[in-house]
């Protein structure tokens, strides 16, 4: 109960402590580099310790949850105010009791799950589970050097190292060093970082066995996987607090879940956010907004969204239109909406400078004070877009409340979603491309003490604010429509308010084999509504790249087809008929799979999992080690899109050479034939003592010839897939059956979930939710659908199901336990029945 108090007290006083030296770039520490020397006492605290040090400083370890361990630290007798951009309230206050285990050499305590010791003459740090086995282990102790500080830890020769967000280069972080510090990356190559996206966050991984690791510091930070040492890994900061957080799975999926309940879970999206979405840099004026829209609809390519880029703008000022090219802007949203069309409308946080000139936006800002000011107290002015050019203060709750309700008159027009772009914050006059590090931010924000920062501690979460702020501004406008916003740059915790994409790539065949692994390292960070420009942004695809990525794209998130201004047309329909009737055929599959799409989608609302995954997240024991095979050789192209799809593209997409498909697991089928895929035929001799082939690794290998017409997508042995007939946009309602394609295998499972796809309504119950299994024996299958969750009304009152894999006897069915006389009709790979759903749950038997 003292420490309690004692607790309490010092984080009341915290307030009056002049908090930004824990973040300033140049404070002058008493002495030079430096550790925290030995423990010279320590306070028992219910959830775990406090450790004071011989050096002056203090380190305190706690237990959130019995498998999330936070470890905060300072070269002073005052930890920082306890206040996070990232980590949720509740999280942060969330507390276990912990037993007390010290030895000889070392202080700790135990949870239910770990063993945290703290070494009494060094403070380094080790966490074991308790079988014994070392999940974390500080190979150096915590190195201090200025307002700088490094955590070292061991880093074994078979452990690999994932995430960081959008980063560029292989998915394994190991033996490749990164800064985040967000950045304007126009052009990015594969070896260029920083980038848009700041997410301190990486997953250890070691023979199957995961722990997440969150650095919560909003300054410059810095990971290093082995560049430095071949011994260790180490990750720290410029300035600011040390606090970061251990939480130890062990499995990869438990990680990632655990990493949400820290940081938040994404809002459910718009379900038109799935579809296809059509953009350029820009569709003006509106006869060519028009001419894009009248086309998609005339050549049956299905597509739910069109944006707007800067040029519908009045000289590029954010929340203006250029009447001159678009006249009368709410009669063609209207007109578009009439053809089922969403559209989004670029808004860039910068507000022109523009005293005296009628601008809305910037008299509102300026008599609000809205704006950053410079130390001297002017408004800070920089050149975007519009020219020079001011910049809100999201740290303000009431700036972003401004900020929010800017989009009223926009939203009143008929946009459907909102485009945060530029937000890093990008300026084009500065020498370091973004604003200043010596300009203010003043945090007014519940949870956080009032006082001022520099940039140089906001510039990383800036992007997330200006999301946030506009979030939060469209929930007030519209409190029961579901926003869409997309946003460049972000923190950690942005998946609360934005969706994202990569940012600003070029049409080559390396930015689209790099999409793949970004995408995948992005949805294990906390984003898994994100995506890249379909085509590539920079420079003109060619034909056959824009159907590639075009195909690939089908299977991922977020699919925008963009591209910048001065480039080539990059429609479906660029490049001819032949290329236009691929490119179609793959995104009308992806409306097939538009309920999977949509089921995925609100699985990452409940439990954080991403829809597009690496193969190790589902299957850790896909090799016979216990490697993640996707660092295999080729492998990195594959990914997951839920756990029953795997997309298996070529590993280098303009080479016509043969490859070779790793699955993660024993039983999978060809999504487009139905066919099994058969095991991999052995050497009966092989050669004595040879080395076995890596490819021996996994149960199941395939050897593959690419083509620009096809692309290798799989289904899981097991999985029940639902399909919907064919529709133009998500909101034409689908007319026909349900079909439940059912994989014969193991684990035989599936689900879905509907509602009205806009509204809030599903949080007052009017939703769908059915879940199905099989299980099957060499004289039967038996399939069971559940009754309808929920009291939203679907489309369908029949469901065909079809089934895979499994070969009828004597062809007798029956339905709810009687014989029936339902035909069991015959088709390619697979037989097919219809039965009506009356939504009361059915259950089937097939002989």
């Known amino acids: 109960m003292h420490a309690r108090i004692l607790l309490s007290w010092s984080a009341a006083l915290l307030c009056a402590l002049p908090l930004a030296t824990y973040f300033a770039e140049a404070q002058q520490p008493s002495h030079g580099p430096h550790t925290l020397g030995s423990i010279s006492g320590v306070v028992l605290l219910t959830n775990g310790l406090r450790i004071e040090t011989t050096s002056g400083g203090v380190e305190q370890i706690v237990a959130l949850r019995d498998d999330v361990i936070r470890v905060r630290a300072a070269d002073n007798q005052s930890l920082p105010e306890d206040a996070s951009w990232a980590v949720l309230p509740e999280a942060r ?72 967000g959008d980063k560029t280069g292989p998915l394994d972080r190991r033996n490749h060093a990164y800064a985040m510090w967000n950045t304007d990356a126009y052009r990015f190559q594969e070896s260029t970082d920083p980038l848009y996206k700041s997410i301190p966050y990486f997953i250890t991984y070691r023979a199957g066995i995961a722990t997440g690791i969150f650095l919560d510091n909003t300054t410059r930070t810095n990971f290093d996987f082995g560049t430095e040492s071949s011994s260790s890994y180490s990750f720290g900061a410029v300035a600011g607090p040390v606090d970061y957080y251990i939480f130890p799975g062990p499995s990869p999926r438990q990680v990632v879940e655990t990493y949400a ?79 089922q069309f969403h559209v989004v409308a670029i808004t860039d946080l910068h507000i022109a400078d523009a005293p005296g000139q009628g601008y809305a936006p910037y008299d509102s800002g300026v008599k609000g004070d809205n704006f950053l000011h410079r130390p001297d107290g002017s408004v ?95 929930r007030k406008i519209e409190p029961d429509k579901r926003p869409f916003v997309l946003t460049r740059a972000t923190y950690a915790g942005g998946q609360r308010y934005a969706a994202t994409w990569t940012g600003d790539n070029s049409s080559t065949w390396n930015h689209l084999r790099m999409t793949s692994p970004m995408l995948k390292s992005l949805g294990i960070s906390g984003f898994s509504f994100s995506g890249a420009d379909v085509g590539g942004f920079a420079g003109t695809a060619t034909p056959d790249l824009l159907t590639k990525w075009i195909e690939i794209s089908t299977f991922q998130p977020i699919d925008r087809d963009h591209t910048e201004k001065g480039t080539g047309d990059q429609e479906p329909w660029a490049g ?43 299957y850790p024991d896909a090799a016979r080690d216990k490697h993640p095979i996707d660092i ?31 699955f993660p697991s024993a039983a999978w089928y060809d999504y487009w034939t139905g066919e099994r895929i058969p095991l991999p035929a052995t050497d009966a001799d092989p050669e004595p003592n040879a080395p076995p082939p890596a490819i021996a690794q996994v149960a199941l290998s395939a050897n593959m010839h690419p083509s620009l017409d096809s692309l290798p997508v799989y289904v899981r042995a097991g999985a029940i897939l639902p399909i919907e007939p064919l529709v133009q946009s998500t909101e034409e309602t689908p007319h026909g059956p349900l079909t439940l394609r059912v994989y014969a295998g193991d684990d035989c499972r599936g689900s879905l979930y509907t509602d009205d796809g806009e509204s809030f309504a599903y949080e007052r119950g009017d939703f769908l939710k059915m879940s199905f299994t099989c299980t099957v024996t060499s004289k039967e299958i038996r399939i069971s659908i559940s009754r309808h969750e929920g009291s939203f ?52 038997k097939l002989e």
Not at 314 to 332: E, G, I, Q, S
């Open 576 to 618: 001819g008929a032949d290329q236009e009737n691929i490119r179609r055929r793959f995104i009308e599959e992806r409306y097939r799979l538009m309920l999977y799409l949509y089921t995925l989608a609100e699985e990452t609302v409940h439990t954080g999992m991403p829809m597009m995954r690496p193969l190790f997240l589902d």
């Open 793 to 844: 009304i679907p489309w369908w009152n029949s469901i065909s199901l079809e089934i895979y894999g499994w070969t009828p006897v004597s062809g007798k069915i029956q339905l709810d336990g009687q014989s029936s006389a339902i035909a069991m009709a015959r088709g390619k790979n697979f037989v097919a029945i219809s039965i009506f759903d009356s939504g009361a749950g059915t259950s089937l």
């Open 93 to 164: 206050r969330n507390s276990v009791d912990v037993t007390r285990e010290d030895s000889a050499n070392a202080v700790g305590f135990r949870t239910k799950s770990l063993r945290i010791s703290v070494s009494r003459s060094d403070l380094r740090i080790t966490i074991r589970d308790h079988s014994g086995r070392i999940l974390l282990e500080d190979a150096l102790p915590l190195h201090f050097d200025r307002s700088a500080f490094r955590v070292i830890e061991s880093m074994p020769a078979d452990e690999h190292y994932f995430g960081l």
């Open 632 to 662: 295999d050789q080729g492998v990195e192209s594959e990914f997951l899109l839920g756990h029953d799809l795997l997309i298996a593209p070529s590993p280098y997409l303009d080479a016509p050479d043969a490859y070779t498909v790793e």
């Open 380 to 474: 800070y002015v920089g050149s975007v877009w519009p020219g020079p050019s001011v910049f809100p203060d999201f740290t303000r709750a009431q700036s972003r409340t401004w900020w929010g309700s800017l989009y009223k008159p926009f939203v009143g027009m008929g946009f459907d979603g909102f485009w945060n772009d530029m937000n890093e914050p990008s300026i084009f006059d500065s020498p370091t491309g973004t604003i200043p590090l010596d300009v203010l931010h003043r945090i007014d924000e519940p949870g956080f003490c009032a006082r001022t920062a520099t940039h140089a501690e906001i510039h990383n979460v800036y992007g997330m604010e200006n999301s946030r702020a506009t979030y939060d501004g469209l």
């Open 261 to 339: 309940w820290l940081t938040g879970k994404p809002p459910l999206p718009p379900r038109w956010m799935l579809g296809f979405q059509q953009s350029r840099y820009s569709y003006t004026p509106e006869s060519r907004l028009m001419e894009i829209a009248n086309r998609l609809r005339a050549d049956h390519i299905p597509a739910d969204a069109l944006y707007l880029d800067i040029d519908y703008q009045d000289r590029n000022r954010p929340f203006t239109v250029n009447t001159r090219t678009l006249p009368d802007l709410p009669k063609a949203l209207a007109t578009l909406h009439a053809m």
